[in-house]
């Protein structure tokens, strides 16, 4: 099956720093990955849908100023969590599928603590 | 908003029993239907797809179909407290661009 990377997979940083996750499929092509958040206990809410070469769609209540995504290639999508601080403290996954209505491939995950 | 409903659990089964996890959506567009397992601190794998009615049968796991109640089950033959995990329901919705995931259902085997 195919196969997405994330990295890293854990990451504690201070308040009011940066931080970005990489988002990589291996062995396919996504035109279209999909960030998601999930805080402890609770589902997966989608963050934005990530488009190669255009802007991320975000979803409603997400702030777009503070969570960047870019997808400059057709393998790489990043989230950068700017000024980031302890609320923003959560299990930060990517994910991809190899079409419309076609299962979800996920990465591994980070887990961002925030001091 | 379309949403996806699952029973939150936890789910509490005896090891050898069968586990029954259910889903109900509310976009009659939907077209596929997907059941992930979730382990604690990890990302969610697939476990089972269903596209059409009826049942659906990979070794120990059965999906179930209901299109016109829009209603999808899980069931889990001879339970494993390796299968103690949390499942969640995901249903992309019309147009099949965006998976809506429900809540997720914690599902605990005593051995």
């Known amino acids: 099956g195919a196969v997405v990377s994330q990295h890293p997979s854990r990451v504690i940083c201070k308040s009011g720093t940066s931080v970005k996750i990489e988002c990589r499929s291996l062995d396919f092509q996504a035109t279209t990955m999909f960030w998601y958040r999930q805080f402890p206990k609770q589902s997966l809410m989608l963050m934005a849908t990530s488009n190669e070469g255009s802007k991320a769609t975000y979803e409603q209540g997400v702030e777009k100023d503070k969570f960047l995504i870019n997808h400059a290639s057709l393998t790489l999508s990043t989230l950068t969590v700017t000024s980031a601080h302890p609320e923003d403290s959560s299990f930060y996954i990517c994910?991809?599928?190899?079409?419309?209505?076609?299962?979800?491939?996920f990465g591994s995950g980070t887990q961002l603590s925030v001091l | 908003q379309k949403e996806v409903e699952q029973n939150s659990g936890p789910l509490s089964v005896p090891e050898g029993a069968i586990a029954s996890l259910n889903c109900t959506y509310s976009d009659r567009g939907s077209q596929s239907f997907f059941w992930y397992r979730q382990y604690s601190g990890k990302s969610p794998e697939l476990i089972m797809s269903i596209y059409s009615n009826g049942d659906k049968e990979d070794g120990r796991f059965t999906a179930q179909l209901n299109k016109a109640s829009q209603y999808v089950s899980l069931l889990i033959r001879d339970s494993q407290p390796s299968d103690s995990a949390t499942y969640l329901c995901a249903v992309p919705n019309t147009g099949g661009f965006k998976t809506i995931f429900g809540a997720g259902t914690r599902l605990f085997v005593k051995a």
């Open positions: 994910s991809a599928s190899l079409g419309r209505n076609e299962k979800l491939f």
